[in-house]
């Protein structure tokens, strides 16, 4: 096939419907289109710039790399140019054919049809080259890649329905060309000073120069020869951000720089800018996002960090430089101390990398303390945007592990409240006198955890307890055995141990327990035979009849739910039974001749038991099949 030809071709099924959604909802916020081309401008001089270093022919003989921005009032057109990479005519159609982006079908799904919501999907989702349809009627693109000859340049355009043409173009100049034809209400962006200060606001921050036409006006009484090739002149400030100095960078700027590297639409929650000198010389510049990404939750999901060396571009989301809970985190980091050369496969075994990520975690997690410490509301809504996240820290960073435990934020009987608000330190500091651990109960929802029996006690004694109910949380209580020198302590998990707590007499009845009641432990374990691994008598209720315990070392029932549920194979155990001796129920139930009956009972009580912390029974017909012959015989 000639590539000569001029070949017409539909758009993506997602790519048409992202287009269309694009034009509709972003309106009222039509100037980001500029930053989104500009955007890619700079990519594309990065993409150069890193490729010329294994073969420095591709700069041809222009090596100062920028961005053009030009406007033609007449003609209704905005130009956008760069001198960067460039594209094949096989990159033209998959670029700009086509949305290769992960998370695309999920993105869709999500949405409302709500413009206002939908907007800030869209935000978030990265709105990229075809915001270029929200101010423009057709687009034209000629490109040609760096290093191709003239004649293998493409022209590219559409009027951003439901196809685009493609054809052969000669072009002496490498680089991308994006001519904007621009709607009817938008000539606004035709407009010199418009440009110029929509720029400086989105653009600043840009690391090459974003030129435009000079804007002299000719000495008195000189005429302008109208052949005259136009002298440019940056209008942004082209240096990358993060090598200025943090007093010279306003926040504007730096929120306008988290949007170029994050493709985020909100504004970041808030950053941490440092230049290391020492034995490691690096530039960071970390970012918390306000919100969660859409694709959090999937393993394969990019992450990490812009990669540059010696302010040369190496690559995007270089996941080396931080650990897996912190990878919510976006921003730069420029090192002085890595090769040129550095590939992938070279980060994951070079200890310059290894020192780097250990800076870096602690910066991050420095920065968690600063936020959490002078703005607590801010922090609030890092961790209802994260906290699950930073749960999963404490076992996979132990040498963090104290650092994080701090950060960590809980919901707690002080106010049953479902939001995690409170952190250890509070709860430390309203311990009660002779308190020696943290407790905590773990369930499958809040509800279940503010309302389980194993509560009772402490709720009568008014102790707190922390109220876990997140899939991650049993698996980070396995990783936290003590915060500030106290032990944490599962009070669904082995004997009830409230220590200092009770006094002298409470001890010695909780003793006597056993004995008192042995009879009817005895009966209980006889009828409940294999199902527990023991029954007892205990003093941790108050209001209902009987409860499960888990043993001291056996896997939490939470946890255990998790693993059955994703098919894994669960180490066998069993729970222990424990009775409430002075609740009406169980005093009935011991004053039961009937054998058969009182195994019913028992078995209600059981299953009830199970219920209440939340499980699945194993049979629920029967479990009420035998309550309603109990209910039948109590109002026969
Ligand atoms: N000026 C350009 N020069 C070279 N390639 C470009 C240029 N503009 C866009 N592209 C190519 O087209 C692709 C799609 O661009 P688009 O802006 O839609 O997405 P993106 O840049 O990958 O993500 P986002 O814009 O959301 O940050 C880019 O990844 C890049 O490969």
């Known amino acids: 096939m000639s590539t000569v030809e001029k070949e017409t071709m539909g758009f993506q099924t997602e790519a048409k419907q992202l287009l269309q959604l694009m034009i509709h909802s972003?309106?009222?916020?039509?100037?980001?289109?500029?930053?989104e081309l500009v955007s890619n401008a700079s990519d594309a001089a990065d993409k150069l710039r890193f490729e010329a270093l294994a073969d420095g022919s591709l700069f041809e003989s222009d090596p100062e790399l920028r961005v053009r921005v030009t406007a033609d009032k007449e003609a209704g057109t905005l130009t956008i140019s760069d001198n960067g990479i460039g594209m094949s005519r096989e990159d033209v159609v998959a670029n700009l054919g086509t949305i290769a982006r992960s998370g695309t079908a999920e993105f869709l799904k999500n949405l409302s049809g709500d413009q206002r919501k939908d907007s800030q999907l869209i935000g978030q989702f990265g709105v990229g080259f075809y915001s270029a349809f929200i101010v423009a009627d057709r687009v034209e693109v000629f490109t040609r890649r760096a290093g191709a000859p003239a004649d293998q340049a493409v022209h590219w355009e559409s009027s951003g329905e439901a196809d685009f043409s493609v054809e052969a173009h000669n072009m002496a100049e490498r680089g991308t060309k994006v001519v904007l034809h621009l709607r009817e209400d938008c000539k606004e962006f035709a407009d010199d000073w418009r440009l110029r200060s929509i720029i400086?606001?989105?653009?600043?921050?840009?690391?090459?120069?974003?030129?435009?036409?000079?804007?002299?006006?000719p000495a008195e009484g000189e005429e302008e020869p109208a052949d005259k090739a136009p002298e440019f002149e940056a209008v942004n400030a082209a240096t990358a951000l993060w090598t200025r100095p943090r007093t010279e960078v306003s926040d504007e700027e730096y929120q306008s720089f988290y949007k170029h590297i994050s493709h985020d639409f909100s504004d970041a929650l808030y950053w941490s800018h440092n230049k290391v000198e020492g034995k490691l010389e690096y530039n960071s510049l970390l970012y918390l996002p306000s919100q969660p990404p859409m694709d959090m939750w999937n393993r394969d999901a990019v992450r990490g960090l812009k990669l540059y060396v010696q302010r040369t571009f190496i690559m995007d989301d270089a996941e080396q430089f931080l650990p897996l809970y912190l990878r919510f985190v976006?921003?730069?980091?420029?090192?002085?101390?890595?090769?040129l050369n550095v590939s992938r496969e070279i980060l994951q075994q070079d200890p310059v990398v290894d020192s780097m990520k250990g800076a870096l975690t602690k910066r991050v997690l420095d920065m968690l303390s600063k936020l959490a410490k002078n703005e607590p509301e801010k922090y609030q809504t890092f961790w209802k945007a994260f906290g699950q996240v930073m749960k999963e820290g404490p076992a996979e960073d132990f040498s963090n592990?104290?650092?994080?435990?701090?950060?960590?934020?809980?919901?707690t009987t002080t106010d049953d409240k479902v939001e995690q608000t409170h952190s250890l330190e509070d709860y430390v500091s309203r311990m009660k006198e002779g308190q020696k651990d943290i407790f905590y109960v773990v369930a499958e929802n809040h509800k279940t955890a503010a309302n389980s029996p194993h509560l009772e006690v402490f709720r009568k004694k008014g102790i707190e307890v922390l109220l876990l109910s997140d899939r991650v949380d049993d698996w980070l209580m396995n990783h936290m055995h003590e915060f500030d020198g106290k032990t944490l302590k599962d009070v669904g998990r082995g004997q009830l141990d409230l220590g200092e707590l009770e006094g002298e007499d409470e001890k010695k009845a909780q003793e006597n327990l056993a004995e008192q009641h042995k009879d009817l432990i005895e009966r209980v374990s006889k009828a409940l035979g294999e199902q527990v691994e023991s029954v007892r008598a205990t003093a941790r209720l108050t209001d209902s009849p009987a409860c499960l315990v888990v043993g001291e070392d056996d896997m939490g029932a939470q946890m255990r739910r998790i693993l059955e549920q994703a098919g894994q194979a669960v180490p066998e155990s069993k729970p222990i039974f424990e009775l409430n001796p002075e609740h009406p129920l169980v005093l009935k139930l011991d004053k039961e001749p009937d054998e058969d009956r009182f195994a019913d009972l028992v078995d209600v009580l059981f299953q009830q038991a199970h219920l209440a912390e939340g499980?699945?029974?194993?049979?629920?017909a029967g479990y009420v099949h035998k309550l309603n012959k109990l209910l039948l015989e109590l109002s026969a």
């Not at 972003?26 to 930053?35: A, D, G, M, P, T």
């Not at 400086?200 to 006006?217: N, Q, T």
């Not at 592990?401 to 919901?411: C, E, S």
């Not at 499980?615 to 629920?620: E, G, K, R, S, Y």
């Open 401 to 411: 592990k104290d650092k994080i435990a701090k950060l960590l934020r809980f919901a």
């Open 615 to 620: 499980a699945q029974l194993d049979d629920p």
């Open 26 to 35: 972003l309106y009222s916020n039509k100037e980001i289109f500029l930053r």
């Open 200 to 217: 400086k606001k989105y653009s600043d921050h840009i690391g090459i120069p974003v030129e435009m036409p000079k804007m002299a006006s």
């Open 330 to 339: 976006k921003g730069v980091v420029d090192s002085n101390d890595l090769s």
